[in-house]
Structures are given as structure tokens and as C-alpha cells.
């Protein structure tokens, strides 16, 4: 195991940040390219880490040794010290069972950043604002694209009217694209099951892959029909931008396979994939199949009120491979807390960017439309990579 100095003071970039930037997770799909984007801004400074040592020193040979590691399990406190020993900064990319980490960290005066979609998780770790302020560390929650930009779209659809009542969310996914272990399974845990959502103020119980709505998504002529997904951002934004209605649904590039999962799961099929056999069979299976594109779309349609008239907006990012536009975004994220003056708290990505902000900072690869019915009002667009354009 390397143990690479501490670091303090200005980074290359002439920001300012203390300590090593731990990315757990940092050899998978998105973790790496939060380390590759990250190297560049905070050179000396990355350090990746995961439970498998020979995988993480192979990563830091990719890196030509400019990124350092360290073994650690997310789910055995007692790998925890030594890993963050010297660390300033920890970016959690894996899933975790509990807030016990993100605690751990806080507590010791280190900033977190994460990127679970998984709204339980997420809340626990917003408890820990409290202990943020005492340590003075901060705690980003929400990054990525769904949620992260989804979130801030939201944001930018509140600031555009003057009254924002509902959105309706879509996030489509490449089936083409090589998804990483961990977001794979996150998906099939989320195929089945229920959670709560909020229709007319009441809340009541939605179930995974039902509740259809056809959209016609940003760059696109024909509809597509997406489905109710467990997403966090739809649960958040509720509370932090104070949105009546919120729901977000998932579907794939592929329109067919998108009807397949939904009829599987009207008819029962998917409750198969809770046996264990059976969830392995699919983890392994959608590991490797690939029968579509590696671009995603992320999209609000919002409802309100603009001067005193019903008015919607819709709001749109597009790009290609879903899993690296995480890590690139995440990255960014990690930049401005490192760089900007932030106050001590917890919390999540719409209370600390808005997607102006992340515009500056962004570059290659993610189109952004945002539109009012009849007249585009705004048309961003960059090429492939992930580089958010926006104009003014
Ligand atoms: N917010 C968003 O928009 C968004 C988008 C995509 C993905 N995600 C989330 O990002 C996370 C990573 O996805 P991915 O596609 O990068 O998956 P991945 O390629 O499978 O990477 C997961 C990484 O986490 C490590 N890991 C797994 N369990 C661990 C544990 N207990 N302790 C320490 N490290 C552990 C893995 O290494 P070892 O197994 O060797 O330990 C691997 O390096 C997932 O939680 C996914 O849901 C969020």
C-alpha cells in the first residue's frame, strides 16, 4: 500500500484544499474517471481505493503512478483508520449499506461527496449535518446525473418560473453502454418492490416500473414511454426546492426492452429476480449484454406558473456513456468544494451549484435543451464528451 504525503495548500489550480482526495470506489466505471478528471486540477493529491488491492495498485499503474491507493471496505470499519489517514476529501463510488462511513468521515473533519441514488441512505447521511458544522467538514449528497443534474434541471425550471407546482422526470439509459458492476445491481434491486411517492398532497405508495407516462425526450421525434423508478432526486427535490409533485422514470434507448422490463414486472416475472440464483444470472447477464446506444438523456418537464399563466418548460441534458458523465460531473463537484469558500453542512447538489456554475466548469459532450412549448428558448450543445455548455 502507498502512503502518499499529505498535501496542503494550493492545488495546481491555485485553489485551495487540504489533505488527500480518497476516492472509494476509484477503479470502477465511475470512480475511475473521477480520478482521471480529478489528477489533472489536484495532481499528487488522488488516491483510489476499493476492497481488492491488486485492482487498485493496477489502477494506480494506469495513472502511470499519479494516482496513489489504498485497500478499504466500506462495510468493515476497522479498514477504515488506516485508509483515512491524511485524507482531506473522500468520494464514496460504490453502494454502502448504512451511513456509518459518511459518519466516520464527517466526524473527523474530512468533506464527502457521494453518488447513491438510494434516497434511504441519502437521508441518513443528511442527518449528519449536525456533526458536519461541529467538525467543519461538508457533505455533498446527490452527484452525478440522476440524481445530480436532474436535480439541478429541477433547480433551473424553479428559477425560470414564477411558480413551480410539478415535475415529472425522466432519466433514459444506453443499454449499449458497459454499466459498472455496482450500478447494475443497484438497478435490479430497484426493478421490484414499492415506495412512497406524493400525488394532490397525499401520500401514497407507487410500484417499481408501473405509473407509465409517454414523453417525448429532448433531440427526439418519437415518444417513448418511461416508468416509475426509486430515484432519489424525486424524493429531494420535494424538500429542497419545495416541489409538489415530483416523480421520476426510467427507460432504456431501446424501446422494446424498455416494454419487456414493464410487462415483466406487471405480470410478476421480475419478483423471480429476488431469488439469489436468479439475481445472479441477471447481474451477470446485463454485465454483458449490450443491444443498444451508450447515450442517456436526463429530462424535466416541469409545470407552473409564469406571469400569472399555466405555463410548462421542459429542460433537457444529453451526452454518451452515462457512467463516465457521473464521474466527470462528480469531479467537478469535488473541484468547486475544494476551490470555492463553502460553509460547514450536509447537504445536497441544487444548495450548493446551479447548473450555470457547473456550466464554467464543464466541458465536451453533454447537449442541454431547455425549452418552452413552441420556442426553444435555449439550445446548449457540445460534442462528445462531458463537458457542459451553457450559454448565459
Ligand atoms: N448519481 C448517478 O447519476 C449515478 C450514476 C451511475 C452510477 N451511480 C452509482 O455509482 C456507484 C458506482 O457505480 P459503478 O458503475 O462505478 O460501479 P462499479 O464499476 O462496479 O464500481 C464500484 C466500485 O466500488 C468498489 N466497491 C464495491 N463494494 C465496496 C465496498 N464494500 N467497499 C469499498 N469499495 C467497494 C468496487 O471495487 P471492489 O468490488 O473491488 O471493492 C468498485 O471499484 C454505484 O453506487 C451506482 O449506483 C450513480
Given at each position: 500500500m502507498t502512503t502518499p504525503p499529505r498535501n496542503r495548500g494550493n492545488s495546481s489550480g491555485g485553489g485551495t484544499h487540504d489533505g488527500q482526495i480518497l476516492i472509494v470506489g476509484g477503479y470502477g466505471h465511475v470512480g475511475r474517471a473521477v480520478a482521471e478528471t480529478l489528477t489533472s486540477s489536484f495532481p499528487g493529491s488522488v488516491v483510489v481505493a476499493g476492497r481488492d488491492a491488486h485492482k487498485a495498485q493496477a489502477c494506480s499503474r494506469d495513472f502511470r503512478g499519479k494516482v496513489a491507493w489504498r485497500t478499504l471496505d466500506l462495510t468493515r470499519s476497522a479498514s477504515w483508520p488506516a485508509a483515512l489517514d491524511g485524507v482531506g476529501t473522500v468520494v464514496v463510488c460504490a453502494e454502502q449499506p448504512d451511513a456509518r462511513f459518511a459518519a466516520a468521515c464527517l466526524g473527523r473533519g474530512c468533506n464527502y461527496v457521494d453518488v447513491s441514488a438510494s434516497h434511504v441512505l441519502l437521508s441518513q447521511i443528511e442527518a449528519l449535518d449536525p456533526l458536519a458544522r461541529r467538525s467543519g467538514a461538508t457533505g455533498v449528497l446527490s452527484v452525478g446525473l440522476a440524481p445530480g443534474l436532474t436535480n439541478l434541471l429541477v433547480k433551473h425550471a424553479k428559477k425560470s418560473l414564477d411558480r413551480l407546482d410539478k415535475v415529472d422526470i425522466t432519466v433514459m439509459l444506453g443499454l449499449g453502454e458497459a454499466h459498472g458492476a455496482a450500478a447494475v445491481a443497484w438497478t435490479l434491486k430497484n426493478l421490484v418492490g414499492e415506495f412512497e411517492t406524493v400525488v394532490n398532497g397525499r401520500t401514497r405508495s407507487v410500484r417499481s416500473l408501473s405509473d407509465p407516462r409517454r414523453v417525448t425526450l429532448a433531440g427526439e421525434t418519437r415518444g417513448r414511454t418511461a416508468y416509475r423508478f426509486n430515484f432519489s432526486d424525486q424524493h429531494t427535490v420535494r424538500r429542497t426546492l419545495g416541489v409538489r409533485e415530483a416523480a421520476t422514470r426510467l427507460c432504456f434507448d431501446s424501446r422494446l426492452s424498455t416494454w419487456l422490463l414493464a410487462a415483466s414486472a406487471r405480470t410478476g416475472v421480475l419478483n423471480l429476480a429476488r431469488l439469489p440464483l436468479a439475481e445472479q444470472a441477471l447481474r451477470a447477464t446485463s454485465a454483458?449484454?449490450?443491444?443498444?446506444?451508450?447515450?442517456?438523456?436526463?429530462?424535466?418537464?416541469?409545470?407552473?406558473?409564469?406571469?400569472?399563466?399555466?405555463?410548462?418548460?421542459?429542460?433537457?441534458?444529453?451526452?454518451?456513456?452515462?457512467?463516465?458523465?457521473?464521474?466527470?460531473?462528480?469531479?467537478?463537484?469535488?473541484?468547486?468544494?475544494?476551490?470555492?469558500?463553502?460553509?460547514?453542512?450536509?447537504?445536497?447538489i441544487e444548495h450548493f451549484l446551479d447548473l450555470a456554475s457547473l456550466s464554467r466548469v464543464c466541458k465536451n459532450g453533454v447537449t442541454a435543451l431547455c425549452s418552452f412549448p413552441g420556442s426553444l428558448v435555449n439550445f446548449y450543445s457540445v460534442d462528445r464528451s462531458f463537458q457542459l455548455l451553457l450559454a448565459a
Open positions: 454483458r449484454l449490450r443491444w443498444g446506444t451508450d447515450t442517456f438523456v436526463v429530462q424535466v418537464d416541469a409545470e407552473g406558473e409564469l406571469r400569472g399563466e399555466a405555463c410548462s418548460l421542459t429542460c433537457a441534458v444529453s451526452g454518451h456513456r452515462e457512467g463516465e458523465a457521473t464521474g466527470r460531473i462528480t469531479a467537478l463537484v469535488v473541484r468547486h468544494l475544494l476551490k470555492a469558500s463553502v460553509t460547514p453542512s450536509v447537504s445536497h
